[in-house]
């Protein structure tokens, strides 16, 4: 599996990508190949703030539908409009053409509580 050393991870298999007080958020590789096909993106928060763990959206593949959760607290601004029409980028690209959501950060500091590229390899065991 993919798994970027620029990157912070969950163990609910988001991804976030710091830049200055912004941030994006996506799932992962490993996620997206759990998931299978992925069909159809949802994302209603645009313009909320909401803290970390909370659901920011859904992501919905042939198997199963499953909530997507904030990996920090902050200010949804921006949804990946490309996934509406071609959700299956996050299949194809999870990292980059893939992003879900773009961030403003409300707290840096809780960045240290996720997960390092060596710690989510041990947490999928790969």
Same mark, same amino acid.
């Not at 798994?3 to 799932?27: C, M, R, S």
């Given at each position: 599996?993919?798994?970027?050393?620029?990157?912070?991870?969950?163990?609910?298999?988001?991804?976030?990508?710091?830049?200055?007080?912004?941030?994006?958020?996506? $799932?992962?590789?490993?996620?997206?190949? %759990?998931? +299978?096909?992925? #069909?159809? =993106?949802?994302?209603?928060?645009? @313009? !909320?703030?909401?803290?970390?763990?909370?659901?920011?959206?859904?992501?919905?593949?042939?198997?199963?539908?499953?909530?997507?959760?904030?990996?920090?607290?902050?200010?949804?601004?921006?949804?990946?409009?490309?996934?509406?029409?071609?959700?299956? $980028?996050?299949?194809?690209?999870?990292? %980059?053409? +893939?992003?879900? #959501?773009? =961030?403003?950060?409300?707290?840096? @500091? !809780?960045?240290?509580?996720?997960?390092?590229?060596?710690?989510?390899?041990?947490?999928?065991?790969?």
């Amino acid at each position: 599996m993919n798994v970027p050393a620029n990157l912070k991870y969950t163990k609910d298999h988001e991804w976030l990508k710091v830049d200055g007080d912004h941030a994006y958020i996506g $799932i992962t590789d490993h996620a997206q190949h %759990e998931l +299978g096909d992925i #069909v159809f =993106i949802e994302v209603e928060t645009v @313009g !909320e703030t909401l803290g970390r763990h909370e659901t920011f959206g859904t992501i919905e593949a042939v198997k199963t539908v499953s909530d997507m959760f904030m990996p920090v607290g902050g200010e949804v601004l921006e949804f990946n409009e490309v996934l509406t029409a071609n959700p299956e $980028i996050i299949n194809q690209d999870p990292y %980059e053409k +893939g992003w879900v #959501v773009k =961030i403003r950060l409300t707290d840096t @500091g !809780e960045i240290s509580d996720l997960l390092d590229p060596a710690q989510y390899q041990t947490l999928i065991g790969d």
